[in-house]
């Protein structure tokens, strides 16, 4: 990874935030790297932008300075994943148009990620299967994906957060934005419990086309997803569709004949996706019974105490996580400077604390 690709990708992602469109489903044969040294009559001449896309290339690219936007990110206690890391799910790498950056409060966790998506206003009937849904997914230690967005959405991870399993939010407005506000709660104990992602930067208001958007996130991050309860003109359905589009496997949980608030959902299962009739024997299917033990095993080890180390080493190593952990996201967590901080990574690296990935995140090593 170069950081000048990186920082293309950081550019291309606030660029996206502005123009409304995708700009790497246009970059043709043009390198990532490469979009940053053309002047805006170039880049007419290799990319089809419109003319307020090329304005607003002009006005950021004389603005942007990747240093401040990832120290800005620091402050918030979040950090920016982007396409030339290694640490950006590869999953979503596969999908038609991936974001180019993925801001995250939070650590990505590394475990089988399952949808779970619906109406924002369910039936006690779809919220109380949303959550059972969640609840089964957690215990057995998978990844709960949903939008952070009222009913359907917040039960599925209210379920996974009672099993306490892992689980990620997707926002359709910036990362450090809480939308709702009744969710707020929620939010942060999401964050925990995994990551709150957004392909916005901090500030980006939730904007109603920003949503159906995110949804391909949704669906792109995970290889199952779930319509529990969706009227026929749902953002779910247009989860599912980002779904089939990659090549997801799509279910749903069949409601009442003719109910209005399941007829979109209902309409999935007549074109043929899952059947989810039964909570356990889904749950079993998708993680086994048997991979249960090393997926709780893994989310119980014990963490090495920092008792005895210098106060800087100590500071920094509360601050890297099991996952792997970006240095801006240890820098945001201890509030250290970078000299110091980088400084007492080493030294834990030395004496077998932390280790390091490909990618030069840090992982903090367990003892059994």
């Known amino acids: 990874m170069t950081d000048k690709l990186r920082n293309s990708y950081l550019f291309l992602s606030l660029l996206q935030a502005r123009t409304r469109h995708s700009l790497i489903s246009r970059l043709g044969d043009l390198p990532p790297e490469e979009f940053l040294d053309l002047s805006a009559t170039e880049l007419s001449g290799r990319v089809r932008m419109t003319e307020r896309a090329l304005r607003a290339f002009e006005e950021l690219r004389a603005s942007f300075d990747p240093d401040k936007v990832l120290a800005r990110l620091a402050e918030k206690d979040a950090a920016a994943v982007t396409l030339a890391d290694d640490y ?58 949903s939008g ?51 392909e916005y930067y901090l500030g980006e208001a939730p904007l109603a086309w920003r949503f159906p958007a995110r ?77 249960v033990h090393f997926a709780k095993e893994d989310r119980t080890l014990e963490l090495p105490l920092a008792d005895g180390l210098p106060e800087d080493e100590a500071t920094v190593l509360a601050g890297v996580g099991l996952g792997p952990t970006e240095v801006d996201v240890v820098a945001g967590r201890s509030g250290m400077e970078m000299g110091r901080l980088l400084s007492a990574l080493s030294l834990l690296e030395l004496k077998g604390y932390v280790t390091r990935n490909a990618g030069g995140a840090f992982v903090r090593k367990a003892s059994r």
Request: proline share 6%; charged share 25%; with cysteine.
């Open 148 to 198: 952070l967005a009222l009913g359907i959405d917040a039960a599925a991870h209210e379920g996974a957060l009672e099993a306490d399993g892992p689980t990620v939010g997707v926002l359709g407005c910036g990362i450090d934005v809480v939308y709702p506000r009744k969710n707020s709660g929620l939010f942060e104990r999401v964050r925990e419990s995994g990551a709150v992602i957004s």
């Open 88 to 145: 950006y799910p590869e999953l979503l790498k596969e999908i038609p148009d991936p974001p180019p950056a993925l801001f995250v409060r939070g650590e990505l966790p590394d475990a089988p990620g399952v949808a779970l998506v619906g109406s924002r206003k369910a039936s006690a009937t779809g919220l109380d299967a949303a959550r059972e849904i969640g609840r089964a997914l957690g215990r057995r230690g998978a990844c709960v994906v």
């Open 215 to 291: 949804n391909r996130i949704i669906a792109g991050l995970c290889e199952h997803l779930v319509v529990v309860e969706a009227a026929e003109k749902s953002g779910a359905l247009i989860t599912a569709r980002h779904a089939l589009d990659s090549g997801r496997e799509v279910w749903a949980a069949p409601g009442p004949m003719g109910a209005l608030e399941c007829r979109g959902s209902n309409k999935l299962l007549a074109d043929g996706a899952g059947v989810l009739w039964d909570v356990e024997e889904f749950a079993e299917a998708l993680v086994p019974q048997s991979d």
